[in-house]
T-cell receptor, first 116, second 111 residues
Framework: DGGITQSPKYLFRKEGQNVTLSCEQN?????MYWYRQDPGQGLRLIYY???????QKGDIAEGYSVSREKKESFPLTVTSAQKNPTAFYLC???????????????FGPGTRLTVL | QQQVKQSPQSLIVQKGGISIINCAYE??????FPWYQQFPGKGPALLIA?????SEKKEGRFTISFNKSAKQFSLHIMDSQPGDSATYFC??????????FGSGTRLLVRP
């Protein structure tokens, strides 16, 4: 089955700790994304990557870091610098090439992070 | 210019009724308008999408209406069912990788 997996489903962290959220896809997509979802605010883009070893800041990148060493993997680290990290984090991917039909983003099931 | 404004924030519809969710955008360069459906605790899933060369697209009970001159698009759910109860997001992009999402509409369909 092709798809996007995120782990863990629930994550608890103490204040001041860094934590890494996993995202893996076997869709052979070039582009991958991380979003943050808060109640009533829709999805906000944290980081995105169009190709291996390259990534760009989204709208709310402060306090987060990413890496893209493999095509199928795009882990997100929530650092202690993120002031309000409790949220639902969603990973997505898309084919990645410009043109019709390639804009569709497919989402993983999400990770709910709670800072204690 | 990058915003997509979605309304209403929440919507309650009786079973069998029509659910209508509206979105408006400013950036005329946007050329792809998808709608996503999200159930609680799950990731969003693409429901239906439209490009500005057509004014309407229908897939089963779901229809997107697109008004290019007004810079608005809407989702119509015909014969709404309790199983349609979810949060719906509109989005827009301009042939890039970045989707701009609306703030979401929580739909409740009463039996």
């Amino acid at each position: 089955d092709g798809g996007i997996t995120q782990s863990p489903k629930y994550l608890f962290r103490k204040e001041g700790q860094n934590v890494t959220l996993s995202c893996e896809q076997n869709l052979n997509h070039d582009a991958m994304y991380w979003y943050r979802q808060d109640p009533g605010q829709g999805l906000r883009l944290i980081y995105y990557s169009q190709i291996v070893n390259d990534f760009q800041k989204g709208d709310i990148a402060e306090g987060y870091s990413v890496s893209r060493e493999k095509k199928e993997s795009f882990p997100l680290t929530v650092t202690s610098a993120q002031k309000n990290p409790t949220a639902f984090y969603l990973c997505a991917s898309s084919i990645g090439l410009a043109g019709a039909g390639t804009d569709t983003q497919y989402f993983g099931p999400g990770t709910r992070l709670t800072v204690l | 210019q990058q915003q997509v404004k979605q309304s209403p924030q929440s919507l309650i519809v009786q079973k069998g009724g029509i659910s209508i969710i509206n979105c408006a955008y400013e950036n005329t360069a946007f050329d792809y308008f998808p709608w996503y459906q999200q159930f609680p605790g799950k990731g969003p899933a693409l429901l239906i999408a439209i490009r500005p060369d057509v004014s309407e697209k229908k897939e089963g009970r779901f229809t997107i209406s697109f008004n290019k001159s007004a810079k608005q698009f809407s989702l119509h759910i015909m014969d709404s069912q309790p199983g349609d109860s979810a949060t719906y997001f509109c989005a827009a992009s301009k042939s890039s990788y970045k989707l701009i999402f609306g703030s979401g509409t929580r739909l409740l369909v009463r039996p």
